[in-house]
């Protein structure tokens, strides 16, 4: 059953400090939950409307693991690099960035598959990593396009700077905390 989400997009997590959240407010609107797993590695994945868990060709991932929060955010960084290396045929990897998000360890990557082995398509991901107090948030943008070469993904430069903009806007709080505010 597909969810209509709401333009302010907060998830909870649910453990000994349930008011921490991820916010969302730049969510794009009208996309709707193509797919969700429930339990201590929660996973939801949104597309927009007419594309399914099996036909999307936008859709944005959110992973909550409950039990990761201190895996250094490089450490996941390279896993995912060598899971995109194994899975295509030329990996696109973009810079590692580091730094702090509302008090909360944070990190940016970009990684791109050239013809995955196993579609025939490419995909292009933005990927973002919050080190939250506990819980590990990674929220991912992904494109699937033709397959590419140099020339790189044929994703156009708006969907790009929406991309950023919504990952950039979309931050892990605490509400009862000065130090990791909400947004109002």
Known sequence: MRKLLPLLVVLAA???????????????????????????????????????????????????YRKLNNLPLDTLQRRAAAQTRTACTGLREGKFQSGVNNGYASAFWTLGCERDRTTGMGETRYTKVVQGASALYVLTQTWRTPAYGK???????????????????????DATSAKNPCPK
Do not use: H
């Open 151 to 173: 020339e790189g993904p044929a994703i156009p430069p708006q969907e790009i700077e929406a991309a950023v903009a919504f990952l950039t806007s979309s931050v892990v709080c």
């Open 14 to 64: 649910t453990s000994a400090q349930a008011e921490e959240q991820i916010t969302m407010p730049q969510f794009p609107k009208g996309w709707v939950e193509i797919f969700a797993r429930q339990g201590d590695q929660e996973i939801v994945e949104y597309a927009p409307p007419g594309q399914t868990a099996e036909n999307w060709q936008k859709k944005i991932s959110l992973e909550v």
